[in-house]
Every structure is written in C-alpha cells, then in structure tokens.
C-alpha cells in the first residue's frame, strides 16, 4: 500500500503512522454533555468503503494528513494537509 | 453414540467415502422462526446449540452469508486462555475453559482441546512485576497461574532465545497450564453438527440484506434467499457489527473494523509444547499437530473490511519469531491469510439485549473470540432465552462506556487496538 503524500510522492505505508477516523469532531473543551463526549472519546462510523482518516507522515516530511481510503480496497481517493482540509472545514462550518 | 469410529472410516473407505451421513442438513430457510442468529461463526452457531441444548429453543435459524466456518472461526490461531487480570474477564474467561474442558463430549464431536499451557514471555523486571500480579490476580479467582524462571523456560521450551544479550532477554514468563490450543474447524462443525440434530436450520449462502420492522421494533431479516422472520433476532457477525447495525439505522458504535493476519509454515518436528508468546513485541506462537508452526502479532493497525493483509506487518512479526525462536529463521512459510475482526473500545466483548428492541448482540472480540467460542454461546443464548444477562455477561454490556464503567485489562483508555 503506497500513501501518495503531497510533499514527498507516493510512500511505503510502513513511513506513516495511523491516527485513526477523521470525521470525530471534539466539543468544546469546557462542555459538560456527557452524551457528547462519548460518542466523541467511543463511537465510530466504522463504514466498509471510503474513510476519512489522519495519517502522519512519520518517517518523512512528518507532515499530517487526512487520507480518504476505502476499507475493502484501501484504494485512496484523496490526500489533503490535515491543517488546510481542517481550515476548510471551518471557513464552511 | 459414536458418529465417527474407526470401523466407520474402513466402512466408508471400501465404498468410495459416498454414503457419510451429512453432518448437518441444507435447508431451504422457513418464512418465520422464534429465534433468527445472524452469522454463521463460532458463536453464531454456539449461541444456536445452547439456545437448544439448554433452553429447549430449537425453532432457531442460523444466517450465514457464505459457507460456514468462513469468518473468523475458521482463521484464527486457536489459543484459548483465561490468564486475565481484572475479575469480571477471569470469571467470564475460565467458565469458558471449564466449558472447553468438556466440550468434545458435550458435542460429541472430536474438538481436539489440547492443554498444553500457555507461557508469556517477560522480558523486563516491570513487566516481570505485571504478570506476576496478573498470575496471582487468576489465583486468587480461583485460577492457574504459575511464574516460571528462566531455567524453568529452559526445561521447558529449549528453542527459546535465553542469552542474557538478546535485544529483549528474557526475565521469565507466566505459565497458565490449563490454557492450550484446539481444533478450530472442529469447534464450528462440532456446534453445527450438535445444532442441527437439535433440529436448528443451518442456512448457508444467505445474507443478510436488511432489518424488517414494525415501529422501532426488529421483527426480521431481509436476505438473498427471502424475508426471514423472528421473534428475536441475534446478531454474531464478528468484523461486520457496524455493517449489520448500520442497517437497522445505528451509524455510530463504539467499534472499529481491523484486519489481523496469521501464518503458518511448513511441518518440521516437535520444537514446543506449548503456546509462547513473546514479550518484546507482540507474538503469540504455537506447533500444530501436523507440525506446523502457527503464529500471529498485531492488527495491520488501520480500518479494514478486506480479508487480507499488508507486507510490513509480515516482516515485523517474522522478526518478532527470528528474535525468540532464532532457529526458525530459515524455515519457509506454507501460507499467509488475515480477518476482519471488531474491535472494541476497551479490549472487551459486548454481550447484550438489545440496542435496539427484538435484538440481541454479541460483539466486540478483538483478537481473541475464538477462546470465548463456548461461553460466549452460553450466555448469549441465555439472554436470548430470558431476557436477561447471564452472570458471566452480566459485565459486558454497552452501556459500560457511556457509564464510565470499562473492562480496560490494559489500563490504557479508549483504542481499538487492545488485547
Ligand atoms: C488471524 C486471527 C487470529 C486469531 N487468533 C485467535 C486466537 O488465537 N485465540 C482467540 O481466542 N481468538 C483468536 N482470533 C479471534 C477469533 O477468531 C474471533 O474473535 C472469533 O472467531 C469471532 O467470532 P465468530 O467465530 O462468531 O466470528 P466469524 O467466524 O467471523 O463469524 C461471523 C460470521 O458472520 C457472517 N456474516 C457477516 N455479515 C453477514 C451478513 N450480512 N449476513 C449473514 N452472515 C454474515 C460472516 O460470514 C461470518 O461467518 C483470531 C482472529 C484472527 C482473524
Ligand atoms: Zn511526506
């Protein structure tokens, strides 16, 4: 399984590390909703097909990025700089 | 009575092995049933056979998508153990030993549980200290578990690296003699067998398509072969819990869909008698009794629904063998192969009425379902067949996570990772 990164080309998936589904959103840090932080600290979509994920660039550029991948294939359709898909995501929230 | 017998085999040979009785039926699935099981595993069709055997409920379907024995049940490395720290795993894991133990006769099917021990490598003075309070965590429930030194490992497995300039040397391990390894086909085709005869429908080459529905109420399965009706339907479905629920309207849960890879290489002569697991890593390992050496490590380590896994965790757990076997470096592999596996938020399994009224769910394994195969069928069937937990299950519910109350052996908080 190749990682095209952005800076540095299609990689050894062994070069990143996981950090797992990036379509979590964390609520405030002062709130006190208790159903929301479980669903947020436990819960998971968990789809079988494309998933939006964090993966660090660990053993190159060490950039983080969030990866769109199917889970049956691991084909990736999109690979994006966490930082610019997370600015975009809140210029639209 | 015997089903299988040496005079049956000579029989069978001289007429070409046509006329065996067919272990279990092929029915066409029936319009409605009390009880509909969802999955075709270990515990799908465990759950069937003591839904039978104890509660005498034998209006019972169990729903595989392919052929049985395809899931999980059929590719796991067959360690079954209860060397566990926290009280409500002990307790649920040696009733499913005791319930090995016996198994064979019970189902009148040769299973082959063999216990041969299981031995954790610790190579560390901490981790030293962690398995030997967890070796007297499962004495003091009642359990087995002895600390060995390392001229005790000598004895006992001599191929182990024990040079004191090992890149993990080894302090000495935690043996639990009871634990061992059994036939892993054997356990699917024993409870199917035994279920069958009970009069349960097996139906294979069935899939599960959808949830029928009055109101908020389960009433039934939607699948390639028809709509199959149920009273109460269960669902055992390893790797695909979050498919199946996201059919009947749950999209979140707390469970994360992971591959995990097992090998096998080809046969060589008796080099251990025993399950080892090594410290420095994560490796679990152990001789069939064709001679193969069986062996497994970590989860590839990213979400996957495909049944198969990536190189570098191969070279990882072949360097993790070299490290506490060097002897096996040259050794080839005969074959390779991965399954999809649920993994829970704390390590621990779900066992449970509900969450949605008329269902029931059985989830949440990790790498280590095969082990649970009998009390796991045990106790979901009985709370299939009352409405209420079993004292072994009564802890694993899914409500623990919203109340704070996780089974988390590790002590490590929230991952799909743990074992
Ligand atoms: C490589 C590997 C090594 C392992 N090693 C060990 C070990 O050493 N010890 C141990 O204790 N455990 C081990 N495990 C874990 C253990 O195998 C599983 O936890 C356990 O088998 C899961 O329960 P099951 O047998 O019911 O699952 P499965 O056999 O996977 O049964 C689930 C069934 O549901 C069916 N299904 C799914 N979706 C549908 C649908 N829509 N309609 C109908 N049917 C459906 C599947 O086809 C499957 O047959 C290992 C697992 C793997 C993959
Ligand atoms: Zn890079």
Same mark, same amino acid.
């Given at each position: 399984?190749?990682? #095209?990164? %952005?800076?540095?080309?299609? $990689? *050894?998936?062994?070069?990143? @590390?996981?950090?797992?589904? /990036?379509?979590?959103?964390?609520?405030?840090?002062?709130?006190?909703?208790?159903?929301?932080?479980?669903?947020?600290?436990?819960?998971? #979509?968990? %789809?079988?097909?494309?998933? $939006? *994920?964090?993966?660090?660039? @660990?053993?190159?550029?060490? /950039?983080?990025?969030?990866?769109?991948?199917?889970?049956?294939?691991?084909?990736?359709?999109?690979?994006?700089?966490?930082?610019?898909?997370?600015?975009?995501?809140?210029?639209?929230? | 009575?015997?089903?299988?017998?040496?005079?049956?085999?000579?029989?069978?040979?001289?007429?070409?092995?046509?006329?065996?009785?067919?272990?279990?039926?092929?029915?066409?699935?029936?319009?409605?049933?009390?009880?509909?099981?969802?999955?075709?595993?270990?515990?799908?069709?465990?759950?069937?056979?003591?839904?039978?055997?104890?509660?005498?409920?034998?209006?019972?379907?169990?729903?595989?998508?392919?052929?049985?024995?395809?899931?999980?049940?059929?590719?796991?490395?067959?360690?079954?153990?209860?060397?566990?720290?926290?009280?409500?795993?002990?307790?649920?894991?040696?009733?499913?030993?005791?319930?090995?133990?016996?198994?064979?006769?019970?189902?009148?099917?040769?299973?082959?549980?063999?216990?041969?021990?299981?031995?954790?490598?610790?190579?560390?003075?901490?981790?030293?200290?962690?398995?030997?309070?967890?070796?007297?965590?499962?004495?003091?429930?009642?359990?087995?578990?002895?600390?060995?030194?390392?001229?005790?490992?000598?004895?006992?497995?001599?191929?182990?690296?024990?040079?004191?300039?090992?890149?993990?040397?080894?302090?000495?391990?935690?043996?639990?003699?009871?634990?061992?390894?059994?036939?892993?086909?054997?356990?699917?085709?024993?409870?199917?067998?035994?279920?069958?005869?009970?009069?349960?429908?097996?139906?294979?080459?069935?899939?599960?398509?959808?949830?029928?529905?009055?109101?908020?109420?389960?009433?039934?399965?939607?699948?390639?072969?028809?709509?199959?009706?149920?009273?109460?339907?269960?669902?055992?479905?390893?790797?695909?819990?979050?498919?199946?629920?996201?059919?009947?309207?749950?999209?979140?849960?707390?469970?994360?869909?992971?591959?995990?890879?097992?090998?096998?290489?080809?046969?060589?002569?008796?080099?251990?008698?025993?399950?080892?697991?090594?410290?420095?890593?994560?490796?679990?390992?152990?001789?069939?009794?064709?001679?193969?050496?069986?062996?497994?490590?970590?989860?590839?380590?990213?979400?996957?629904?495909?049944?198969?896994?990536?190189?570098?965790?191969?070279?990882?757990?072949?360097?993790?063998?070299?490290?506490?076997?060097?002897?096996?470096?040259?050794?080839?592999?005969?074959?390779?192969?991965?399954?999809?596996?649920?993994?829970?938020?704390?390590?621990?399994?779900?066992?449970?009425?509900?969450?949605?009224?008329?269902?029931?769910?059985?989830?949440?394994?990790?790498?280590?379902?095969?082990?649970?195969?009998?009390?796991?069928?045990?106790?979901?069937?009985?709370?299939?067949?009352?409405?209420?937990?079993?004292?072994?299950?009564?802890?694993?519910?899914?409500?623990?996570?919203?109340?704070?109350?996780?089974?988390?052996?590790?002590?490590?908080?929230?991952?799909?990772?743990?074992?």
């Amino acid at each position: 399984m190749l990682i #095209p990164c %952005p800076h540095c080309g299609p $990689r *050894e998936v062994s070069e990143f @590390s996981y950090q797992g589904d /990036a379509t979590r959103t964390c609520p405030e840090l002062t709130s006190t909703d208790v159903k929301a932080w479980y669903d947020y600290v436990y819960n998971r #979509p968990n %789809p079988a097909g494309p998933h $939006r *994920e964090y993966w660090q660039h @660990s053993g190159g550029c060490r /950039a983080h990025l969030i990866v769109t991948r199917d889970t049956r294939t691991h084909e990736i359709h999109d690979v994006a700089f966490a930082r610019a898909a997370l600015n975009r995501a809140g210029e639209q929230a | 009575m015997v089903e299988y017998s040496a005079l049956a085999l000579l029989k069978n040979a001289f007429t070409g092995n046509r006329d065996w009785k067919q272990a279990w039926r092929k029915p066409e699935p029936k319009p409605a049933y009390d009880v509909v099981v969802i999955g075709g595993g270990g515990h799908g069709l465990a759950t069937a056979y003591y839904l039978a055997k104890e509660h005498g409920i034998t209006n019972v379907a169990v729903i595989e998508k392919g052929w049985l024995g395809s899931g999980n049940i059929g590719r796991n490395t067959t360690i079954v153990r209860s060397n566990y720290l926290l009280p409500d795993s002990i307790r649920f894991y040696d009733f499913s030993v005791r319930l090995w133990e016996n198994l064979s006769h019970e189902l009148n099917y040769n299973v082959m549980f063999s216990q041969r021990g299981v031995l954790n490598l610790a190579h560390s003075p901490g981790q030293a200290d962690e398995y030997i309070r967890r070796g007297n965590a499962m004495r003091h429930e009642g359990g087995d578990g002895v600390w060995l030194s390392r001229d005790e490992i000598a004895r006992k497995v001599p191929g182990v690296d024990l040079s004191p300039n090992a890149r993990f040397p080894v302090v000495g391990g935690l043996l639990q003699p009871r634990a061992g390894t059994a036939r892993h086909d054997a356990v699917a085709w024993g409870y199917a067998r035994a279920a069958d005869r009970h009069g349960v429908d097996i139906v294979e080459n069935c899939e599960v398509t959808g949830f029928l529905r009055e109101g908020d109420i389960i009433t039934g399965v939607t699948t390639t072969r028809g709509e199959i009706r149920a009273k109460k339907i269960a669902l055992a479905v390893a790797g695909n819990t979050s498919r199946l629920l996201q059919m009947a309207g749950i999209d979140r849960f707390p469970i994360e869909s992971h591959v995990l890879q097992a090998f096998v290489s080809e046969s060589i002569k008796p080099l251990v008698n025993c399950v080892v697991t090594f410290g420095g890593g994560h490796l679990y390992m152990s001789q069939s009794d064709k001679g193969g050496l069986v062996f497994g490590g970590d989860l590839d380590g990213y979400n996957s629904y495909a049944q198969r896994g990536n190189l570098p965790l191969v070279e990882e757990v072949m360097s993790e063998m070299t490290a506490m076997f060097p002897a096996v470096a040259r050794l080839r592999l005969l074959r390779s192969w991965g399954g999809v596996m649920d993994m829970s938020m704390d390590g621990s399994p779900i066992i449970t009425k509900g969450p949605l009224p008329g269902m029931y769910l059985n989830s949440g394994w990790c790498y280590g379902g095969f082990k649970a195969t009998p009390a796991s069928g045990f106790s979901f069937a009985w709370t299939i067949a009352k409405g209420e937990p079993h004292k072994t299950n009564a802890p694993f519910t899914l409500s623990r996570f919203e109340r704070g109350n996780v089974i988390d052996e590790k002590g490590q908080g929230p991952t799909p990772k743990l074992h």
